[in-house]
């Protein structure tokens, strides 16, 4: 813990310590593995054994490859809220601590992070537990009373989720290679963090109260055990769908970075696009799932760069008639490699068209009007806006107003005026602040007045 700083050490150690005194019996509850509820009171510690064991096999399970996802910890919650439901505060922390202490850490520091992440467990359902037996709950659970079990189930998981969001938003924020970064200094946080958190807890929370009344049933542990079933087929479909959506992202950025890497002029170009194309969407009322493709026809709309001869792309001079038309080529590039990528939907469109003018005098095949596809029309605008705003070779940024203004002057001729209203409307609400594309180190922007809309094809406009 030597890298850890002063003020993290002492939260670990805090939370450390509130975790240990969570193991402790309270006075006048049953002691740790006693379940008042069952016929013989000195059957005392089956209970826990196999619920920790459940957890950390669960746990280890959901870590593994077969169903690894993109957020491994805290899996089966449903095993610990069971736990919570059926046991005294004390025997349910303990169910918690051979999962949250034997599992592996991926980050360093590893022994900082297991014990806080044990804390956190521990702590958070001793709280469940006691919220849960201080209202009532044993006796609903006992008499399969469905209201009564559900109204303090609900308040047990709010306490669960309640303690884990104010553990997890207290971290101190770290030296490099410390504790994860936390969110002390901003309430506002901590409100996002527990309101998140809380729509999956209370779905784990359901499993767990129904695992609580199987096991009270006559079908006894065995029906139980059966309610995690569909919890792990959840859980694995979730896992491939965050695999899937995680390759895609791979493969976009890889063909982003080796356009960046052509064409270092235009490096940050692809993402600003994809961000104003997103804001254009959003404003149309457009469904998340055409505001992400959208987005992804803004990351791509330039691979065809790739295509493209890198002298012609870094090249300070005017383009010769050859040369333009060699450039000109790049849409239908960028079609070829993207066309055969399914998951990207009306983005190839994007690719091949956005240079396309409403009055039919863009490229490559002159369409106008409704002729090109809506996601196109986005882009165009969205592409024009950035190559404006952003410092190249050859032309000094334009200030956003001065842009929009420009826009504005060109639509119904060059761009759709519904994409251009949408877009001065996003960023007059929103704003726009990304990071200025700067020219090539050694090189100098030229002086003078900025290039038109009109200008070169491509990225040079």
């Avoid at 003018?357 to 863009?362: L, P």
Wanted: one cysteine or more; glycine letters at 10%; charged letters at 20%.
């Amino acid at each position: 813990m030597e890298a850890l700083p002063a003020r993290a050490r002492v939260y670990l150690v805090c939370v450390t310590l509130l975790g240990l005194l969570c193991l402790l019996p309270l006075p006048g509850l049953p002691r740790p593995g006693v379940l008042s509820s069952l016929p013989d009171p000195r059957f005392p510690w089956w209970p826990v054994v196999l619920l920790a064991a459940l957890y950390a096999g669960c746990e280890r399970l959901a870590r593994s490859r077969l169903v690894a996802g993109p957020h491994p910890g805290g899996t089966f919650h449903p095993v610990l809220l069971a736990g919570a439901f059926l046991l005294p505060p004390t025997a349910a922390a303990l169910v918690a601590l051979p999962g949250a202490l034997l599992l592996p850490v991926e980050h360093r520091p590893r022994l900082a992070r297991r014990l806080l992440r044990t804390g956190q467990l521990v702590v958070a359902v001793w709280a469940a537990s006691l919220v849960h037996l201080k209202t009532g709950g044993r006796d609903a659970v006992a008499h399969c009373d469905m209201p009564g079990a559900l109204a303090t189930a609900g308040a047990a998981v709010l306490a669960f989720c309640l303690v884990l969001t104010l553990l997890d938003g207290g971290v101190p924020a770290p030296a490099p290679g410390g504790l994860p970064r936390g969110r002390a200094a901003a309430p506002a946080a901590w409100s996002r963090l527990f309101l998140g958190s809380l729509a999956p807890l209370t779905v784990h929370g359901l499993a767990g109260l129904m695992m609580a009344l199987l096991w009270r049933s006559p079908y006894g542990p065995v029906a139980a055990l059966l309610v995690l079933l569909p919890m792990g087929v959840s859980w694995w479909a979730f896992a491939q769908y965050h695999r899937e959506r995680a390759a895609h992202q791979a493969t976009i950025r890889a063909l982003v970075q080796a356009v960046d890497i052509k064409d270092g002029y235009t490096r940050g170009h692809s993402e600003r696009v994809g961000r104003a194309s997103m804001l254009i969407a959003r404003e149309l009322g457009m469904d998340d799932d055409r505001v992400e493709t959208l987005r992804f026809a803004g990351i791509l709309h330039d691979v065809g760069k790739l295509g493209v001869p890198t002298r012609l792309l870094t090249k300070n001079g005017p383009l010769t008639p050859e040369e333009r038309r060699v450039i000109e080529l790049h849409p239908e590039y960028g079609h070829e490699m993207v066309r055969g990528i399914s998951f990207l939907g009306e983005a190839r469109a994007a690719v091949l068209h956005h240079h396309e003018r409403i009055d039919g005098t863009g490229y490559p095949y002159g369409l106008t009007g409704g002729q090109i596809p809506e996601s196109a029309r986005v882009v165009a605008v969205a592409d024009a806006f950035d190559a404006m705003t952003s410092t190249r070779s050859y032309s000094r940024a334009r200030p956003v107003p001065v842009a929009l203004e420009e826009l504005q002057r060109c639509a119904g001729t060059h761009f759709d005026p519904r994409m251009v209203r949408a877009l001065v409307r996003a960023i007059g609400r929103t704003g726009w602040h990304p990071a200025v594309t700067a020219d090539e180190p050694g090189q100098r922007a030229v002086p003078g007045p900025a290039a038109p809309v009109t200008g070169r094809p491509g990225a040079r406009r």
